[in-house]
């Protein structure tokens, strides 16, 4: 049975670092879980990724027992965004964020394939955030999007140049919610080699 690892499959995950490129993001099925507060500290951030991934892991199980369809997970993605924006970008207050924690999932799962993942996920030491997690096709479109290499911390210079140059300069605006996709694992990984692809939804000017 063939494995597939969507992360080398589809262009909206590729990315360079250095290099702003204009996509369009087919709609994409996640689950998700929503949250706020500093990710480093908040328990809400920890509850939501202990309720992801089990059943992220139990939907791959099944796609593979049932189906015959066999694919890698995904890594972890998130949606970041602050009522006031400058908390996200500028003074980065972490406390202040809000943020939908995320994993892509094939669009052959079903939401009766989620259901029975979720029951089975809760079945013995159901995690707290559990009834949090849902599946939801997100629709980004237009995106412009670079790979980030460094520490989370060090993110601002790039966005800057995204948000104040490089989209304003090619006639596009932004809309939607700034999206990462962690491409490493920062509980293993150094700050400094952390590869991180960085996402923002634009339109055309008027």
Not at 24 to 29: E, G, Y
Not at 127 to 132: E, G, S, T, V
Not at 143 to 156: K, M, N, P
Request: proline share 5%; with cysteine; glycine share 6%.
């Amino acid at each position: 049975m063939t494995k597939t690892d969507f992360k080398k499959t589809l262009d909206a995950y590729q990315a360079r670092s250095g290099v702003f490129r204009i996509l369009d993001v087919p709609p994409t099925q996640y689950l998700m879980v929503d949250g706020h507060g500093d990710p480093n500290s908040a328990q809400e951030f920890t509850d939501a990724l202990q309720a992801l991934y089990p059943v992220a892991y139990k939907l791959k199980f099944a796609s593979k027992q049932d189906l015959g369809r066999d694919y890698v997970v995904m890594p972890l993605e998130g949606l970041w965004w602050s009522q006031d924006m400058e908390a996200f970008t500028g003074a980065r207050d972490k406390a202040r964020w809000d943020w939908t924690v995320m994993s892509m999932v094939p669009d052959w799962i079903t939401p009766d394939m989620f259901a029975t993942a979720v029951s089975k996920a809760g079945a013995k030491n159901s995690p707290a955030a559990l009834d949090r997690v849902r599946l939801e096709t997100l629709e980004e479109g237009r995106c412009v999007q670079t790979l980030h290499i460094g520490s989370f911390d060090d993110e601002a210079a790039t966005l800057a140049r995204m948000h104040h140059g490089f989209i304003p300069e090619s006639g596009l605006v932004m809309t939607g919610k700034h999206h990462e996709i962690y491409l490493s694992d920062f509980r293993k990984t150094e700050p400094a080699k952390l590869r991180t692809i960085l996402r923002q939804p634009v339109t055309a000017t008027a």
